[in-house]
Structures are given as C-alpha cells and as structure tokens.
C-alpha cells in the first residue's frame, strides 16, 4: 500500500502546515477565522496538493472543503477524514489543520491502491467559534444540524452569517446540500493532543475513548457596594469576598474528583473601585468530565456551596446556564480498529478522553467516530508555542494505513457497508 516513504512524508506534513500557517488575517501571528478572505488561500492550496491524486473537490454551502478520492467512486461506501481549517487568535501551526494535511498525505501514499471504498477529505470551516460565537458550524452542517436562524447572526463587525457566506463566494440556500449521505459509513480525525499526558508517558499516538461533557455557566453573587473605610468587617456585604471562597472551593472539588476539571476564567465586581466594597460579582465556571453523572454531580454540589457561602455572608446568589453539553463517546469497533493499528505500527497505545471539543463529537451524533491523538510536547496549544514532532507524525501516517488496510478487510464495515 505504501508507495512514499513515510519519513519524507511527515516532513512534508510539517513544512505544509507551517505554510499554510502564512495564511493569516494578523501580520505577524495566527487567526483565520470563519470565511476569512485567508481561508481561499487555504482552499486553494490543499487542492493544489489534491488535484494531482485525482480527488474531486469542491467547497459546499457552509464553507467546508470537500475533496473525494476516487473521484468515481460517489455511490459507494465512504470513509471521511478530516479537521478543521480555522483557528484561535494568535494560534499555534498544527491545531486542527494538521488532521486536513495528514489526510491528503495519506491519500499520496495510497497512490495505485484499491479500497473497498472511497475517501472523503474534508476541513471544516468553523469548529473554534471564534468569528461568530458559535463553534462546529461546518460540521453541525453535514449532520443536519444547521440552524437557520444562525445566518442572521453578526461578528462584531455587524456581518451576519448569511453575509459571509455570500461574501466568500457561496449561497446559502444549498446548506442543506452540505449533509453527509448514507453512504458514508465512518468519520476519522487525527489531532494534537492539546495537553501533557501522552508525553508523559512517552507515548506518540493515542485512542480517544469520549469527549467529555461540558457545562458552562455564570454565577453571580449580590451583596451590598459601601465605603471600604467605614465599615466594620463583621456587617459587609461583601459580593467579591464570597465569590473568592466559592471559587477555592471549585479547585477543591476538581482535585479532590478524579477526571473532573473545573475552571472560573472569568470575575468581574462592580462597581470595581478600590475604595468601596464589591455590591456584586460575577464568576465563570467551565467545568469537565467523560462521565455526565459526575459531572452534573460537581455542578450540583458547587451550586449548593454557593447558596450555603451566601447565607453565611448575608448575600445573595444566583447562576444562569450557558453550556449543559454531555458527552460524547467514540464509537467502541473503530477504537479497537484504532487501537490495533496503533500496535501495527510499532506504538504502545494509550486510551484516553478529550478534555476539548472536536468536529468528531458532531459526527458522531450521525455516524460512527474515532480520534487519534499525538503527542504535544509541553502540552502547549492554542499558542505560537504550539508543536509536535515530526517522528510522531510519521506514525500517525503508519497508523493511518494500517488502519485503512484494516478496515478493507474487516468483515464488520463490510457488513455496514453492504446495509447502506
């Protein structure tokens, strides 16, 4: 099946996702954003990678990037790989365009094989949310899920949705012709890590198990604005003090929960004067777990802890849900396939649960998802700092064929297959 060496194709996987890093609406650092004038440079150059290997290509109604290989093959069974283009503001070169450029190296070093099925390619166009304060919204357009209302959404810019759409070339009206068919039976996607554990533990490669469930939230503690100089200590009112108790209790829980990460990102105090006492505090909370039961658990118990830090200082607590999203487990046949490819190519593998959100999350309220993780040294994303190695990527490529190879003769996809 190979017909490239792998190490030269992982060197070329770096040197094309730091190219295609260049593509950037910042000089000087990394942000493309939903339908930015940078992502047609983008597009154009992964199909100029894609042209040459025979892939049917084309750019559907949300903005995702579609390249199909081969290009006959549009009724049979297919397997889709992919990522998303976009990024966060000053960004790292390998969040999420990795995955596309994996892809398209795994398509040059299929050159001249026959697989019982074809390769759909795809890089999404939103998955970060950054543009418009809504994440997945290329995914959520293959599975169906797009939401009208969200095309009369702006950017601070007052643009709406359905003006970048048309702006960047597209129609709007042909969304519902971005959803994946029936015959598309398994979604893959390689991505950084993201955090520190597999280099920890020395491992290049690892199976995604579930990405874990989220709840985001604000909470809100009122009390009473004074003077900070005329009132004694045993009558205040103080909002921002008992913010700052509950808000130690939060690392508490989350290290004392295992698998549990909880975050407050966010606190504000008005009226925010150094001389007058806070009348009221605002407190994010991002919080984290593979396991919804635990995690709807935490949220509980953290917003009992408010209530009873309230009462005791004479204060007032309120909370509003933002995010209550579960979580989503990767699909157990394509983990073990995951798995054993990962052996193949010569790796101990690890199973582990994402702490982020992925497209694969979205698909897989569709059709059948697995991820595969590699080693991020230092654990660092979402960053200029941002990095992986490139003998890691090399047996992501290996994984990746053996994969396929796999998936060609297994018996179970055929039989999936066939029902489509």
């Not at 900070?228 to 009112?237: E, F, L, N």
Request: proline share 5%.
């Amino acid at each position: 099946m190979l017909t490239t060496d792998v190490a030269n194709l992982a060197e070329q996987v770096m040197v094309r996702c730091r190219e295609l890093a260049s593509f950037s609406e910042d000089a000087g650092s990394l942000r493309r954003t939903f339908l930015s004038a940078p992502m047609h440079h983008v597009h154009r150059t992964i199909a100029d990678w894609l042209k040459p290997l025979g892939a049917t290509i084309r750019i559907d109604a949300v903005g995702n990037l579609r390249a199909l290989f081969p290009s006959d093959a549009t009724d049979g069974p297919r397997l889709l790989i992919g990522s998303h283009l976009d990024t966060v503001p000053n960004a790292g070169c390998y969040d999420g365009i990795l995955g596309v450029v994996l892809a398209v190296a795994l398509l040059e070093a299929l050159r001249g094989t026959d697989l019982p099925f074809s390769i759909e390619v795809i890089g999404f166009s939103e998955e970060e949310g950054v543009r418009f304060g809504t994440p997945f919204i290329g995914s959520r357009a293959l599975v169906g899920r797009f939401d009208p209302e969200l095309l009369e959404k702006n950017d601070s810019s007052g643009v709406s949705v359905r003006r970048a759409i048309e702006g960047f070339g597209l129609d709007p009206g042909e969304i519902p012709q971005a959803e994946i068919t029936d015959h598309a039976f398994a979604y893959l996607e390689f991505h950084i890590e993201q955090g520190p554990v597999l280099e920890r533990l020395g491992r290049p490669l690892g199976v995604v198990e579930a990405i874990v469930g989220q709840s985001r939230m604000e909470v809100t503690f009122i009390g009473r604005s004074n003077h900070a100089g005329t009132t004694p200590m045993d009558v205040r009112k103080d909002a921002l003090a008992g913010a700052a108790e509950w808000i130690t209790n939060v690392e508490h829980v989350a290290r004392a929960t295992p698998g549990l990460v909880a975050t407050v990102g966010f606190v504000s105090a008005s009226p925010g004067a150094i001389n007058i006492i806070a009348g009221e505090a605002r407190a994010t909370l991002d919080l984290r777990h593979q396991d919804d039961d635990v995690r709807n658990r935490s949220v509980r118990d953290l917003l009992d802890q408010a209530e009873q830090i309230a009462s005791r200082r004479s204060l007032s607590v309120r909370w509003v849900t933002h995010v209550n999203q579960a979580a989503v487990p990767m699909d157990s046949s394509l983990k073990s396939e995951v798995e054993a490819a990962i052996r193949d190519a010569g790796c101990e593998p690890h199973r582990m649960v994402s702490g982020a959100g992925h497209d694969a999350m979205i698909l897989a309220g569709k059709i059948p998802a697995a991820m595969i993780f590699l080693r991020t040294p230092g654990g660092i994303s979402h960053d200029p700092a941002e990095n992986v190695q490139t003998g890691d990527v090399a047996k992501a490529l290996e994984c990746g064929i053996h994969l396929l190879q796999r998936l060609a003769s297994s018996e179970k996809i055929h039989a999936r297959t066939q029902r489509e």
